[in-house]
């Protein structure tokens, strides 16, 4: 028997327990395929805090012992972490959006240091005051597509289901909220330079 084929009957083993409810099996997988999910997801957002990626790291194990019972005993591990990997690397790039994107906070920060490791408590405080007065002036449709998408994480057809609007719409409302956003906060920051000259 080959090695690899021992690490296939052991995860499949591990799986089959946590599907039963057996958590000690979740330790041994996290033991033997942990570096690689972090290895995964650092590729797949390299922009990402060290304490970020742990984070990430035990959501995609997390999200592992949720769907074990799914898990079927021709399928390798590996890819099937990956696959979470990729999904919860998409997430957290939906949900770090505006704070980096739409609120521009990604300059500033050195090449190699994460823009999350650079930022003070009060820093994040104001980011999110920030982020919160800029949704605040969005009208209520454009607001809710873009929560739903950049912060929780829905794909366009989900947001449409949940709405009850057309995919169509969904984009053309995200796309309305991002340039109004982005209109918004420099319309903030022109206003707070004339407010430190005067």
């Known amino acids: 028997m080959t090695e690899e084929t021992h690490e296939a009957l052991s995860d499949a083993r591990a799986m089959a327990d946590l599907a039963r409810g057996r958590m000690e099996a979740l330790g041994e997988l996290f033991t033997r395929h942990g570096a690689m999910v972090r290895r995964a997801l650092k590729r797949l957002a390299p922009e990402i805090s060290r304490a970020e990626l742990e984070e990430l790291g035990q959501e995609v194990f997390l999200t592992l012992s949720d769907t074990a019972a799914r898990y079927e005993e021709q399928t390798r591990l590996r890819a099937w972490l990956y696959g979470i990997a990729v999904r919860k690397a998409k997430s957290w790039r939906r949900t770090t959006w505006l704070r980096r994107k739409l609120l521009g906070q990604h300059g500033g920060t050195s090449p190699g240091t994460s823009p999350g ?82």
């Open 117 to 198: 490791a650079a930022s003070s408590p009060e820093r994040e405080v104001a980011m999110r005051q920030e982020a919160t007065r800029v949704l605040n002036r969005l009208p209520r449709e454009q607001r809710d597509v873009l929560l739903l998408h950049a912060v929780e994480g829905f794909t366009g057809e989900e947001i449409a289901e949940i709405l009850g609007i057309r995919p169509k719409t969904v984009w053309t409302r995200l796309h309305r909220a991002r340039r109004a956003a982005l209109a918004i906060r420099a319309e903030q920051g022109t206003a707070a330079t004339r407010e430190g000259e005067s």
